[in-house]
């Protein structure tokens, strides 16, 4: 994904959902490969009682790889992010 410095400003404050309907939180910032100026990742700051927050231990300043990513419109979809066994129990 190329990304200019408009859609990148459009980018900011989205909501995030996995691609299984799990809130995240929002788009608090963007890493690029400046070399290919590609975007190498978003970073999400994980809301409060999240999916992601619970799959990460309430942290904030979730980094999501590229890869990941399934689209960005209205809002970003992720790959769903399974929970580590001990918390699916």
Known sequence: ???????????????IFTDKGSYCGKIAD????LSKFRLR????????GSYLASVVGGKRGVIIPYA????????????????PEAMED
């Open 1 to 15: 994904m190329v990304v200019n410095e408009q859609e990148m400003s459009e980018v900011m404050g989205k909501d």
């Open 30 to 33: 963007v890493e690029f490969d």
């Open 41 to 48: 990742a978003i970073v999400v700051d994980a809301a409060k």
């Open 68 to 83: 990941m990513i399934r689209a960005v419109d209205d809002i970003a979809i992720i790959k769903h992010i399974s929970a």
